[in-house]
């Protein structure tokens, strides 16, 4: 499982929980300028485009992006869609885009939301693998920039594009039946509720926190759709870097994944692997992992983004604890 988030302060903020049994070897990638995008379907290169930072695998030479944002603060997450991604083969009238390929594709060209959905509306996302070692990924993404959010899913019937007002994305249902089920939990509140259930009962305000009563609390995604739903949209802090980047850390922090609650068949543990928060205005990469809880930062911009080779940070899993005396 997995959770992406926005958070709007002063600077625009985007990251996720990347929720799983084994990492593939994370780096924090740089993709500067002039590194060179050729598609394995497309005539056309991208050999000059906007620079990138974001988690990837690093297969040969290749940035395998899981979340990204561009040096026009566009930001692009892909979280599980199992069962329900499905991609298309290759077809001569539009921009085929292979599934791997989808994060350069938009970020190495595209300013906005509002310029990704017009390449995304000429785009046919392809079922070619990258490698026989690195087959397709079932995926559906959160894109979005400081104005708004967007969710794309390519399903059996083709792409679909849904705003996401909200700005969180899980994983299953389909993005729409997540939402539906928000409708559920429009009583929910910060505040002490009031006595709605009957006026001959003498109900106590016994305990703060009363007013959410009722947020599911488990690990599924659409529980962990409602819960980062709920925690993002009442969200505030203060409009410093530290104070913003600590508060989106809670909202994640909120849906994460502890080791032993979440049991797979293959007596694994799904946990939180790592959790990330990009400033998309500055180009900054916060990260923390399970086990490595102090934030880590790359910036974007101390590397010279004119270059054509990968700029790469594998993650620092190591504790390191602040003692005091
Ligand atoms: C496992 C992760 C999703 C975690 C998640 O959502 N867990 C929910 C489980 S559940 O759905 O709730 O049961 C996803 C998210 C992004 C993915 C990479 C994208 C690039 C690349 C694409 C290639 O084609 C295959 C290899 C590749 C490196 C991918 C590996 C893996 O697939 C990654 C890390």
Not at 211 to 236: E, V, Y
Request: net charge negative; glycine share 6%; with cysteine.
């Amino acid at each position: 499982m997995c959770t992406a988030a926005t958070y709007l302060t002063g600077d625009f903020y985007f990251g996720r929980n990347l929720d799983y049994e084994f990492s593939y070897g994370d780096e924090v990638t740089i993709t500067p300028r002039n590194y060179p995008f050729h598609f394995r379907s497309l005539e056309k290169e991208l050999t000059a485009h906007y620079a990138m930072i974001g988690m990837a695998y690093i297969a040969g030479d290749y940035p395998l992006y899981y979340d990204a944002v561009n040096e026009k603060g566009l930001c692009i997450a892909g979280l599980n869609f199992v069962g329900n991604a499905a991609y298309q083969e290759p077809v001569p009238e539009k921009d085929n885009v292979a599934q791997f390929e989808l994060i350069p594709w938009l970020l190495g060209q595209c300013a906005s939301v509002k310029e990704a959905r017009e390449l995304i509306a000429r785009m046919n996302l392809t079922n070619i693998p990258f490698s026989e070692k690195l087959p397709l990924a079932q995926l559906h993404w959160l894109i979005s920039d400081r104005t708004e959010s967007i969710t794309l899913e390519a399903m059996k019937d083709g792409l679909h594009v849904y705003d996401n007002p909200v700005g969180v994305l899980t994983n299953n249902p389909p993005f729409p039946y997540q939402m539906f089920q928000l409708n559920n939990y429009m009583q929910l509140s910060p505040a002490t509720p009031e006595n709605h259930f009957s006026k001959e009962l003498p109900f106590k305000t016994y305990s703060r926190g009363m007013g959410a009563i009722g947020l599911p609390g488990d690990l599924s995604s659409q529980s962990r759709f409602i819960r980062a739903a709920f925690t993002k949209m009442n969200a505030c802090s203060g409009d410093s870097e530290e104070e913003s980047v600590s508060q989106f850390f809670h909202i994640l922090t909120s849906v994460e994944q502890q080791r032993g609650c979440c049991l797979l068949e293959n007596g694994k543990y799904e946990i939180t692997l790592y959790s990330s928060c990009c400033n998309a205005d500055k180009g900054i990469y916060y990260y923390t992992t399970y086990d490595n809880r102090q934030i880590s930062a790359v910036y974007m911009n101390h590397e010279d983004l004119e270059s054509s080779t990968l700029v790469r940070y594998p993650i620092i899993q190591k504790a390191s604890i602040h003692t005091v005396n």
